[in-house]
């Protein structure tokens, strides 16, 4: 798979550390567990969502785009690192923030997350839970083309085929890195929700030939829903690599038994 053949703008400190917790594997008693360290991404405190990132901003440079624009919940993670990436390459970035958590306290709306935006220099934008995101980024980004500038959208979690890119090139790290560590890896387990991870992290694994199981962990839809979305966007995401049927609908699989009352 040849990921050098799409725009990226290096974002990340990569490759993340694949680190064996030996304590956490005793108190549980069962499997030897390694985390793959990707909340040591390095921007703005890290996390998954930049690896997707440096796909999503090389797509909007190659472009021409001065103004990103992205959505997510009030303390988005993905929200800070787009913010963060945008403040980093000197672009605008128009966030829309979704209130999905009911009774917020003010340090809630106001801190964390939101703080480090406002110190990015996102301008934010607040909309109810159900809002309709893909007429909402539409609207804003007329808006912006109106005052002569050249938006880019990029969906919640970067979650689409350009940001999946991401995780293929992750799915490779890690196999390396087994490799590397003389490791024979069971099983993957993730989260999974707005899909890009997952879905890019079966390309990425299917696409080196490993049939290593990927378990995703959900957050906030029904098994059956989300599995169908993650298998819609890796199909996506393995077309735009020119790797088609290299995942099949049984290679998807989440366990949705630990979602919450609301998102957050």
């Given at each position: 798979m040849q990921l050098t053949d799409f725009p990226r703008v290096p974002l990340a400190h990569l490759p993340t550390p694949l680190e064996f917790m030996p304590r956490l594997s005793e108190a549980l008693g069962g499997p030897k567990i390694y985390v793959k360290r990707d909340d040591c991404t390095g921007l703005a405190t890290g996390g998954n969502k930049t690896r997707k990132l440096e796909y999503s901003m090389g797509d909007a440079l190659k472009q021409g785009a001065d103004t990103i624009i992205t959505v997510g919940a009030v303390q988005s993670n993905h929200v800070r690192q787009t913010a963060a990436a945008a403040c980093k390459l000197g672009l605008k970035c128009e966030v829309l923030l979704e209130h999905r958590v009911e009774h917020p306290t003010v340090l809630y709306r106001t801190s964390g997350n939101v703080l480090l935006d406002r110190i990015f220099g996102a301008n934010l934008r607040e909309y109810a839970a159900g809002t309709d995101f893909d007429a909402?980024?539409?609207?804003?980004?007329?808006?912006?083309?109106?005052?002569?500038?050249?938006?880019?959208?990029?969906?919640?979690?970067?979650?689409?085929?350009?940001?999946?890119?991401?995780?293929?090139?992750?799915?490779?790290?890690?196999?390396?890195?087994?490799?590397?560590?003389?490791?024979?890896?069971?099983?993957?387990?993730?989260?999974?929700?707005?899909?890009?991870?997952?879905?890019?992290?079966?390309?990425?694994?299917?696409?080196?030939?490993?049939?290593?199981?990927?378990?995703?962990?959900?957050?906030?839809?029904?098994?059956?829903?989300?599995?169908?979305?993650?298998?819609?966007?890796?199909?996506?995401?393995?077309?735009?690599?020119?790797?088609?049927?290299?995942v099949s609908r049984d290679d998807i699989v989440a366990d949705c038994d630990y979602i919450g009352a609301g998102y957050g």
């Amino acid at each position: 798979m040849q990921l050098t053949d799409f725009p990226r703008v290096p974002l990340a400190h990569l490759p993340t550390p694949l680190e064996f917790m030996p304590r956490l594997s005793e108190a549980l008693g069962g499997p030897k567990i390694y985390v793959k360290r990707d909340d040591c991404t390095g921007l703005a405190t890290g996390g998954n969502k930049t690896r997707k990132l440096e796909y999503s901003m090389g797509d909007a440079l190659k472009q021409g785009a001065d103004t990103i624009i992205t959505v997510g919940a009030v303390q988005s993670n993905h929200v800070r690192q787009t913010a963060a990436a945008a403040c980093k390459l000197g672009l605008k970035c128009e966030v829309l923030l979704e209130h999905r958590v009911e009774h917020p306290t003010v340090l809630y709306r106001t801190s964390g997350n939101v703080l480090l935006d406002r110190i990015f220099g996102a301008n934010l934008r607040e909309y109810a839970a159900g809002t309709d995101f893909d007429a909402a980024m539409a609207a804003v980004a007329e808006e912006v083309e109106a005052a002569g500038g050249k938006p880019y959208i990029i969906p919640g979690g970067a979650s689409n085929p350009v940001g999946a890119l991401g995780y293929v090139g992750c799915g490779l790290e890690l196999l390396v890195q087994c490799e590397q560590q003389s490791l024979k890896v069971d099983h993957i387990v993730t989260a999974t929700g707005s899909a890009g991870t997952h879905g890019g992290l079966a390309v990425g694994i299917r696409g080196a030939g490993s049939n290593l199981p990927i378990l995703g962990i959900g957050v906030n839809a029904p098994q059956d829903v989300q599995e169908d979305k993650v298998y819609k966007l890796a199909c996506e995401t393995a077309d735009l690599i020119g790797k088609q049927d290299i995942v099949s609908r049984d290679d998807i699989v989440a366990d949705c038994d630990y979602i919450g009352a609301g998102y957050g």
